[in-house]
Nanobody, 120 residues
Framework: VQLQASGGGLVQAGGSLRLSCAAS????????MGWFRQAPGKEREFVAV???????YYADSVKGRFTISRDNAKNTVYLQMNSLKPEDTAVYYC???????????????WGQGTEVTVSS
């Protein structure tokens, strides 16, 4: 599976962005799809996951502000980010997991990342 993330950019605090991650291959539907982020000088952290069943799980820091969704017909997963804060500034990565997808170790495939900068 190859993953291509897009949609990052510069936005003011309180604004919104929608990230997309397009996947190649016919097995997209079998994977849990997740988003992670890595801020400068920090470790990569889990943001959200959507499983094959479309069940979702979010990090507490983004709950109520971010929404993950998937379109299996388009082999694409999205991350709608609202009410953005400066602390959301990071490189965002999409990834595909065979497992539950709650930790980075679950993920088998990673995209290249898209940068999000939130100005105060």
């Amino acid at each position: 599976v190859q993953l291509q993330a897009s949609g990052g950019g510069l936005v003011q605090a309180g604004g919104s962005l929608r990230l997309s991650c397009a996947a190649s291959g016919r097995t997209f539907i079998t994977y849990a799809m997740g988003w992670f982020r890595q801020a400068p000088g920090k470790e990569r952290e889990f943001v959200a996951v959507i499983r094959r069943t479309h069940s979702t799980y979010y990090a507490d820091s983004v709950k109520g502000r971010f929404t993950i969704s998937r379109d299996n017909a388009k082999n694409t997963v999205y991350l709608q980010m609202n009410s953005l804060k400066p602390e959301d500034t990071a490189v965002y990565y999409c990834a595909a997991a065979v497992g539950l997808g709650l930790s980075a170790a679950d993920y088998n495939y990673w995209g290249q990342g898209t940068e999000v900068t939130v100005s105060s």
